[in-house]
């Protein structure tokens, strides 16, 4: 084991911490962080992703919120998936403050502007992961939190059809503008926080160049004529993957299929 394989949570800079949610797994990795944003000496925090329904993960969030002498004013959400928001109605009860996003409260604009205390936070759409993928980022902490869209350690599914690979290059681009401008911390939703955000997304952005080409490739092979022709590609692209991430490289690979039909 690296050291960077051992991740519990934690701070990331003076405004970001994380709180690792108990739902280890092949698709959440370590389990989902819930992310404080908190700025130093203000009374009020936001909470992005409460995550799984779990009453002790939950307490732990707020425990974590109230040591830094706050409380929360605004539950922000990354996309829908279940990991991420399972505990919101649980949570709606605990806490006395808006849901935003995955389908609750008023939709995000492109780049608004959020304000919690003294803390600004962007909302950047970041559609790809799902179809409602948003990131945000914090301009006075050179903080990216990205939710599903890029994370900590491997790489993400693009979960089709709700996600799309198009979207998603186009927001790993978007995301990379922002992290190379200025030093910037990556935030993930699961596995471990970076000190490089822009060097993580251009990983990923060449890792999606390759399994490209690998998909090229294996239609070029003869895979383009299979009975399933998505499961042969995932059995010839994706045969160093655990199986039990195949479904998921399925997922990944119908997406890449839809991308090259429409830009051969
Ligand atoms: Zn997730």
């Known amino acids: 084991m690296t050291t960077d394989s051992v991740w519990r949570g934690g701070p990331l800079g003076d405004r970001a911490h994380a709180v690792l949610a108990p739902n280890p797994g092949p698709m959440t990795l370590d389990g989902t962080n819930t992310w404080i ?10 909470v992005v992703d409460p995550g799984p329904l779990d009453e002790g993960h939950l307490q732990a969030v707020l425990r974590r919120v109230a040591e830094r002498g706050a409380r929360v004013a605004l539950t922000l959400v990354t996309h829908w998936h279940h990991d991420h928001t399972e505990s919101l109605g649980r949570w709606a009860e605990l806490v006395e403050a808006p ?23 962007r909302a950047l759409a970041t559609p790809g992961h799902t179809a409602d993928s948003v990131s945000f980022h914090l301009p006075d902490a050179d903080v990216l939190v990205t939710g599903d869209t890029v994370l900590g350690r491997g790489t993400t599914v693009v979960a089709h059809p709700d ?10 681009a978007k995301l990379h503008a922002v992290a190379a401008e200025r030093p910037t911390l990556l935030a993930p939703a699961h596995g471990p926080s970076h000190a490089d955000a822009a060097a993580v997304i251009a990983t990923y952005q060449q890792h999606r160049a390759e399994r490209l080409d690998q998909v090229r490739a294996a239609l070029a092979a003869g895979d383009a004529d299979a009975p399933d022709v998505a499961q042969a590609v995932v059995e010839r692209v994706y045969a160093d993957v655990p199986r039990e991430v195949w479904p998921a490289a399925r997922s990944s690979v119908a997406a890449q299929l839809d991308y090259l039909r429409a830009t051969p």
Do not use: K, M
Not at 37 to 46: E, K
Not at 163 to 172: E, M, N, V
């Open 163 to 172: 996600g799309a690979l198009g979207p998603y290059l186009d927001s790993l």
């Open 99 to 121: 849901i935003r996003g995955g389908g609750h409260g008023t939709p995000f604009d492109d780049d608004e502007r959020i304000t919690v205390g003294s803390l600004q936070i």
């Open 37 to 46: 944003l908190h700025a130093p000496g203000d009374d009020v925090a936001a």
